[in-house]
């Protein structure tokens, strides 16, 4: 059936109502944690591998890449942790997560509609939340094993050889996590302004948190704001 345009119907442009999702301080929190993230991983690469040792030349050579990578492991690990604090309870995973990732094909044919109304966190942020906090925790466990200008006599030679392994490797993983989160917040679009204004549209939250906009209304029925 034809849908009929009447007279009054009219699409009015200006600016759509907002929904806040992070404060200043969260932000601050979020930007200093992503920033020492990418440091560590630039120094990181840069001291695993001589093909990348250039890199050490943007913090002043190699004595300074290996004197300033650890105190940045230190910057991401308690800046992570102040953010996680804020952020665990509703990530705490549910049963909706779980038919939300059996549809997943939905999401990416576009078909949004099919997929169970979300709160704050969809299955795949929560997944990237709690594979941070997982590795992080490896990452400065074992670092604090193999930084030898503090703790080097409190360990034996070949538990330092198991720490460098488990270190590599949770670096590895974690700049993967790194690159499907920043995938993530670019693909779904609208999202970026989150973490740069602190808010979203109300269309976006109905969009794709709609259970999290339905309790921030305090009602249950909520009609699209774009
Ligand atoms: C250039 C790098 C990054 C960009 C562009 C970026 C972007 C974003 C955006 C847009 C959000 C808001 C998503 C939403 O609320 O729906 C977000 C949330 C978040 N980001 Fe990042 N981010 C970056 C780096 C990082 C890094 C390095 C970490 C952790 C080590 C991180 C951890 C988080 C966490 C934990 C959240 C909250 C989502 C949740 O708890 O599930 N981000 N990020």
Redesign the pocket.
């Known amino acids: 059936m034809v849908e009929r345009i009447q007279p009054g119907d009219v699409i009015r442009p200006g600016r759509p109502s907002t929904v806040g ?1 992070y404060g200043p301080l969260a932000r601050l929190n ?1 930007w200093i ?2 920033a020492s ?1 990418m440091l560590l991983a630039i120094s990181g690469l840069a001291l695993f591998t001589p093909a990348l040792y250039f890199l050490t030349d943007l913090f002043g050579g190699g004595q300074n890449t290996r004197a300033f990578h650890p105190w940045i492991g230190v910057v991401l690990f308690v800046s ?1 942790y102040v ?1 996680f604090l804020q ?1 665990w309870r509703a ?1 705490l995973p549910q049963r909706v997560d779980i038919v939300w990732l059996s549809r997943f094909r939905d999401l990416i044919s576009g078909n949004e509609e099919r997929l169970p109304e979300l709160g704050k ?1 969809n299955a795949g ?2 997944f ?2 709690w594979s ?1 906090a997982g590795l992080i925790l490896l990452l400065i466990a074992t670092g604090i094993v193999v930084w030898d200008q503090y703790f080097g006599e409190y360990f034996s030679v070949p538990t330092k050889r198991v720490a460098i392994l488990v270190h590599s490797i949770s670096a590895v993983l974690a700049i993967c996590v ?1 690159i499907l ?2 995938y993530a ?1 670019i693909w779904t679009r609208g ?2 302004r ?2 740069t204004r602190g808010d979203v549209t109300a269309g976006w939250a109905w969009r794709h948190h709609r259970k999290w906009l339905r309790e921030l209304n305090g009602r249950r029925k909520v009609g699209p704001a774009e």
């Open positions: 999702r979020h944690t992503a993230l992570f953010f952020l990530n966190y942020q929560k990237i939340f941070m790194f989160h920043v917040a999202t970026l989150a973490m």
